[in-house]
């Protein structure tokens, strides 16, 4: 090989020794896919135990709402918003009803905007989602003044 070409080879292969060399240092011993194989992904062995104590504070249930607002989750599953998790808008439902015994609602126009703001994704399935312009749809109002958000088409607030 030229040395113009060799140098370069040489820089690179210095490069990922450092870099391996750097990783042994950083990266602990006991962080891999265990003897399970890569089934259950990367993680730490050491802080196994840490991570089965942490509470999971999202229930990702919809029937775990069903039992007590009723009213609501049938209107839900018949309008649009049928594909909107309960706690995507009400918060998590960790500890509830217990503490706190009711939800905290944001009725703010940012917590609808999140979803309905006009948004340029034509090539995605953002795109089909009914979007306004905050400046000139009743800038000065909730949304939950007009629409109610359990079954939005319907036409009567809540």
């Given at each position: 090989m030229r040395n113009h070409a060799l140098r370069p080879f040489l820089v690179i292969i210095g490069m990922v020794v450092v870099i391996m060399a750097i990783r042994l240092i950083i990266v602990p011993a006991d962080f891999g896919t265990g003897d399970r194989g890569?089934?259950?992904g990367w993680h730490r062995a050491?802080?196994?135990?840490e991570w089965k104590a942490f509470a999971v504070k999202y229930k990702f249930n919809d029937e775990y709402c069903r039992d007590c607002h009723f009213e609501n989750y049938d209107a839900i599953n018949q309008s649009p918003h049928v594909i909107v998790k309960c706690e995507n808008c009400h918060g998590p439902a960790y500890d509830h009803p217990a503490s706190p015994p009711k939800l905290e609602i944001d009725k703010s126009r940012q917590q609808c905007l999140r979803c309905h703001a006009s948004l340029p994704y034509h090539s995605s399935d953002?795109?089909?989602?009914?979007?306004?312009?905050p400046d000139d749809h009743h800038p000065d109002m909730e949304c939950s003044m007009c629409h109610n958000p359990h079954n939005p088409v319907s036409g009567e607030s809540k």
């Open positions: 890569y089934m259950y050491g802080n196994e135990a953002r795109a089909n989602i009914k979007g306004i312009d």
